[in-house]
């Protein structure tokens, strides 16, 4: 089983060099590392041209969700099974990587994300707004996808690449570039019964001291991005669908 890790890259000039340096010292549980350069204007485009891992590269910004859904394209047109991503600012660690993909090399799910809240899993440094906004969105996602998470909000995923070939809805729409993809994903996972197998499992999420910014969401429309998604992803029609379904 191939594996693909990737990260989407938007000006992180402080901290993707320490990423990289963290990658080459655990040693990813991947076969491959993407880099997408989205459009970043500060310097991290050189260092992801001088990484020596393979890139994608656009001229402006369009979002994490048109990375990931480049990236996903990428490792289906290159013969990969399974996806992994780290985000670029470095609250997920190279080192824990094997505890998202493992459960899918065991053929014990189709798509796994992390939980800082599950024993075992920590996430220093989390501010107190987070604190209070991640089990409010928790009981949003139960309430649009009946199924019951305890960390909606990690972006620490990994999923097979096949299981978009039983995707009977636009994964690749315009509207998903941004904040919406992540979630509008997961809520199709959810709802998707037999058909697609997912799990948490425990992992860390560090955030830095006062004082180093770590993230680009804003919020109050940011986040409700992150939360409509998975209330979309019940209403509309379409669906994944069990594996040999021809329609």
């Not at 990690?154 to 998903?176: K, M, N, P, Q, T």
Request: net charge neutral; charged share 25%.
């Amino acid at each position: 089983m191939k594996v693909l890790g990737f990260s989407p890259v938007f000006n992180q000039l402080h901290d993707l060099p320490l990423l990289l340096e963290e990658l080459s010292v655990t040693g990813p549980a991947c076969d491959e590392f993407l880099l997408v350069n989205n459009g970043s204007n500060d310097g991290s485009e050189h260092i992801i041209r001088s990484s020596g891992w393979p890139c994608i590269e656009v001229e402006r910004n369009r979002g994490v969700g048109w990375a990931i859904i480049a990236a996903t394209e990428w490792a289906r047109e290159h013969g990969y099974d399974v996806l992994v991503g780290l985000a670029s600012n470095r609250k997920m660690l190279p080192a824990e990587m094997e505890r998202v993909v493992g459960p899918i090399r065991r053929g014990e799910a189709d798509y796994v994300t992390g939980s800082r809240y599950l024993e075992g899993g920590m996430s220093p440094n989390l501010s107190a707004f987070r604190r209070l906004a991640i089990p409010i969105v928790n009981l949003a996602v139960h309430l649009a996808t009946g199924s019951r998470i305890t960390d909606a909000t990690c972006g620490y995923r990994a999923f097979r690449v096949d299981i978009f070939d039983r995707a009977r809805f636009d994964w690749r729409a315009e509207w998903l570039w941004t904040y919406a993809f992540e979630p509008y994903l997961y809520g199709k996972v959810l709802i998707a019964g037999a058909a697609v197998r997912w799990l948490e499992v425990p992992i860390t999420m560090r955030y830095p001291s006062r004082g180093h910014g770590y993230t680009k969401i804003r919020p109050g429309l940011d986040w409700w991005r992150m939360v409509y998604p998975f209330f979309w992803a019940r209403i509309e029609r379409g669906r994944f669908v069990e594996s040999g379904t021809t329609v």
